[in-house]
């Protein structure tokens, strides 16, 4: 029998202390898809779309696609986005027209009117095709994954590699399960093991240490009969909210106790290991010193501002780093991206070869990461801000950051750009002219996702730490929601 399927692509990740609200402009400066065209965009790309339209085509599922969309991370979705982005999903899941439910989310979201935003959307959705209609949904493991969402969403499977490299099969694996519940061979549910901190330590990092011990055994417990798939989210922690924090999932049938026994071993270990940090976070006269001492006969230097990370909700404007390597006198380097749309609308107004004043940076709070910078500069390159994607998470999908520019001071070339995006890819340097594999340091806004490309032309890597919005000093931020004795916050 032809199984019609209704899916649907809706990401956030909201950092709650940020001062940008996160409205409608904010998805459509990153992607709004309506159906036909987001599978155009994404059914070749290593997007969770793909994985699921994979399983639909070996299945001969009839998918109506509704949407993908997306905004950087940032900060509270207005309701108005909100009601806007779940409104086409409602509207089409008309009761008794699918057999089932398959959503791709991130599971961070915080909407301005509630805290859990993937709860609400599901709700709605319960509201409508009621509790008979199986839905899968994935999920990024940086998910905060409330009670609600584990009660609402039959099948539950998160991204098990970080940097994110795996969607596109972690979309087929959910699929695969859907596949099966709809046909009626199993018939799982989710539960959830959680512990008080605001996130695992290492912020949930796969390509090192303790997590990959953890996803192991979680293989060997999904070759189970009865285990469909097991989940460990590292949290996000710049999320003030109730529900916060590492969770360890699995969906399953069967005997629930023996899996919420093993989901409490692996929170366990989470719990047990929080002191095992990974990242070394230098300052940034140190991350400036090594790169004037640095030799660059294995490739550059990275510097990672870990701190200023857009992927975060971080502004992207920090200019801490910057300014201590342009005093250090660094040379042979690029940087990016400095977000800061004011500045490149100015230098629009400019010529390539010209040299301006500007003030660079630093506008949003300048109390994360320094305030503006007062240089000359020489302009490079200025770009509408488009790029295309080739590296092991974006490879084939566009990216945009908006109106654009490359400027040099003394020995740097700087990436600024109008729409906050991390540097996850050699494309967001290459597009505008900068080849980072050629200079002998790159420094860039990034905490883990950089390691994806830039690992692979990176003769050193460190990290560091500029005290912007995602500074792991998790004492500077104000929280107020989050349950209290809380890890970090509340060290023993
Ligand atoms: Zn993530």
């Known amino acids: 029998m032809t199984f019609k399927v209704l899916t649907a692509e809706i990401y956030h990740e909201t ?9 409608e402009q904010a998805f459509r400066d990153r992607y709004f ?26 299945h001969g599922w009839e998918v109506e696609h509704v949407l993908s969309s ?36 991130h599971g961070a979201m915080v909407p301005d009117f509630r805290e859990d935003g993937e709860g609400e959307l599901l709700r709605r959705l319960r509201a409508v095709v009621g509790q008979a209609v199986p839905i899968a949904i994935t999920l990024d493991p940086h998910a905060n994954v409330s009670r609600q969402m584990c009660e609402l969403a039959d099948i539950i499977v998160a991204f098990k590699t970080y940097p994110h490299v795996d969607m596109r099969e972690i979309g087929r694996q959910a699929g695969e399960i859907l596949q099966r519940t709809m046909a009626g061979e199993i018939k799982p549910r989710t539960i959830s093991a959680r512990r008080p901190m605001l996130e695992e330590v ?11 011990e953890r996803l192991a055994s979680a293989r060997a417990y999904e070759a189970q009969a009865d285990v469909f798939a097991v989940s460990i989210n590292g949290g ?32 366990d270990d989470i719990w047990d290991r929080r002191h095992e940090v990974l990242n070394e976070y230098v300052s940034v006269e140190t991350a400036a010193a090594v790169a004037v001492a ?15 990370n857009p992927g975060g909700g971080g502004y992207g404007d920090s200019t801490n780093l910057l300014k201590a390597m342009l005093d250090a006198g660094v040379t042979d380097a690029c940087f990016g991206p400095m977000v800061d749309g004011e500045a490149a609308a100015a230098l629009h107004g400019s010529a390539v070869g010209e040299r301006v004043e500007i003030a660079l940076g630093g506008k949003t709070d300048a109390r994360f990461g320094g305030g503006p910078l007062e240089l000359n ?16 998470m974006i490879g084939g999908l566009p990216g945009n950051f908006g109106p654009s520019a490359v400027l040099r001071v003394h020995g740097i070339e700087i990436l600024v750009v109008t729409i906050a995006q991390q540097m996850l890819d050699l494309q967001q340097f290459r597009a505008f002219g900068i080849d980072p594999a050629a200079k002998r340091v790159v420094a860039l806004k990034s905490m883990q996702h950089f390691r994806a490309a830039f690992a692979q032309i990176a003769g050193k890597i460190i990290v560091c730490d500029s005290g912007a919005l995602c500074t792991p000093r998790y004492e500077r931020m104000p929280y107020r929601n989050v349950p209290r004795p809380i890890f970090p916050l509340d060290r023993e």
């Open 15 to 23: 950092n709650t202390f940020s001062r940008h609200p996160t409205d």
């Open 236 to 267: 996000f922690a710049s999320a003030d909210i109730a529900e916060v924090g590492p969770t360890v999932l699995v969906t399953g049938q069967g005997d629930f106790d023996a899996h919420q026994a093993f989901a409490e071993t692996i929170a």
């Open 70 to 105: 997306a905004a950087g991370p940032s900060g509270r979705v207005t309701r108005a986005a909100f009601d806007w982005l779940c409104e086409p999903l409602i509207a089409a899941a008309k009761p008794g027209n699918f057999d089932g439910i398959l959503l791709g989310l």
């Open 33 to 58: 898809l309506t159906g036909a065209e987001a599978i155009t965009q994404r059914r070749d790309a290593n997007t969770e779309l793909a994985g699921f339209l994979d399983v639909g085509r070996a």
């Open 377 to 392: 500069v020489e302009i490079v390159a200025l770009s509408d801000g488009h790029f295309v994607g080739d590296g092991p």
């Open 202 to 212: 290492n912020g949930g990092r796969t390509d090192i240490g303790p997590m990959l």
């Open 294 to 308: 640095y030799k660059s006969d294995d490739g550059p230097l990275v510097i990672a501002d870990y701190a200023d």
